[in-house]
């Protein structure tokens, strides 16, 4: 049995048993406990509200069963966003070809014929929760920024353009702040890339803290250029919380280049609001409100560095 359980030691999966056979679920029941924690529902009305409770990482599911078919539970969760990619192992005693063909082209992920042999049945389970760790272990990493771990290019894009809509629905203001380091070429050729780098690492992580809600969210957007979104957040509440950024900065104490106009590291930042009170949605878009934040901020720059503009 031991062979089969590779890999999955501190994962604390989520297996959801769809069948009306007592017999299966207590077989399969000591097997599977070792991969994660599992849950059982009996039909599929169980199998559904069970899982808009807690979205479960593997969903072992009996084509027969009383209420619904298999085949139309699994079409139903691939079409679904929050649910489409939950692996779905079919267990059947019907075997053949056309089942076959319908279990993937309905989106199972495999099928497991009945009678079970427990331990085959864990490790094809085993096998679909690796698949799965990685996937989400990937997803991750395409979202994140490799030098100062906070949320990349990519993922700012995404999370601005949901956060937009729903400000405009919600009928909240947000706004969008861009944070830029000041004079930081001339501390990359003083001090070398790497220290470079590691400036730019405590300067991600006080943005991070700066921001207090979890909704808050911040992205490194190029270079030595940040983004922080502040939803639910109208014109003067970001300016408190970015003022406190200047604070927080300031009190790092880097020291900059003799050259540099202020002896420690300083940022400049320029920000805009969005207020769907005051705005159609045709005459706006998330687009826009990033580059109004971009023209505050050159604004700061102009006008000395080491301030806050809004636009
Ligand atoms: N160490 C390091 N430097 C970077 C990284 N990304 C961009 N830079 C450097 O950041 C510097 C940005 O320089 P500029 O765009 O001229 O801006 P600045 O010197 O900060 O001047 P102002 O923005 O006008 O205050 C360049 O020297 C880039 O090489 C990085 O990941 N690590």
């Given amino acids: 049995m031991d062979t089969f359980l590779i890999n999955t030691q501190d994962k604390s999966f989520d297996i959801l048993i769809v069948d009306d056979d007592h017999s299966v679920v207590m077989a399969l029941r000591n097997v599977l406990n070792d991969l994660g924690r599992v849950r059982f529902a009996q039909n599929a009305v169980q199998a559904f509200e069970m899982i808009s409770d807690i979205s479960p990482d593997l969903i ?3 084509i027969d069963l009383p209420d ?15 649910t489409s ?6 267990i059947t005693s019907q075997v053949g070809a056309t089942l076959e063909r319908e279990v993937f082209s309905c989106g199972g992920a495999d099928y497991i014929s009945k009678p079970l042999n427990p331990y085959v049945v864990a490790a094809r389970v085993n096998t679909h929760l690796n698949y799965r760790h990685l996937i989400i272990e990937l997803n991750k990493m395409a979202m994140r920024d490799g030098l100062t771990g906070v949320n990349n290019r990519r993922s700012l894009d995404e999370k601005l353009k949901i956060e937009y809509k729903r400000s405009f629905r919600d009928k909240t203001p947000l706004t969008v702040a861009m944070i830029d380091v000041d004079e930081f070429k001339k501390y990359n050729d003083y001090f070398g890339h790497i220290e470079g780098d590691e400036c730019l690492k405590r300067i991600a992580s006080t943005i991070q803290l700066c921001g207090r809600r979890p909704a808050d969210f911040i992205a490194r957007y190029g270079g030595e250029e940040f983004v922080l979104i502040l939803p639910n957040t109208d014109k003067n509440g970001a300016y408190e919380i970015l003022t406190h950024l200047l604070q927080m900065i300031a009190q790092l104490n880097i020291e900059h280049t003799p050259e540099a106009k202020y002896d420690h590291v300083t940022v400049s930042v320029g920000y805009s609001t969005f207020s769907p009170e005051e705005t159609t949605q045709d005459d706006a878009d998330d687009k826009a409100l990033l580059s109004f934040a971009d023209k505050a901020l050159f604004q700061a720059k102009q006008q000395g ?6 636009l």
């Avoid at 619904?68 to 929050?82: A, F, M, T, V």
């Avoid at 560095?305 to 809004?310: G, K, L, N, S």
């Fill in 68 to 82: 619904k078919n298999g085949l139309d539970i699994c079409r139903d969760l691939k079409k679904e966003p929050d």
């Fill in 60 to 62: 072992l599911l009996d």
């Fill in 305 to 310: 560095r080491d301030q806050i503009c809004y």
């Fill in 85 to 90: 990619d939950i692996p779905v192992l079919f």
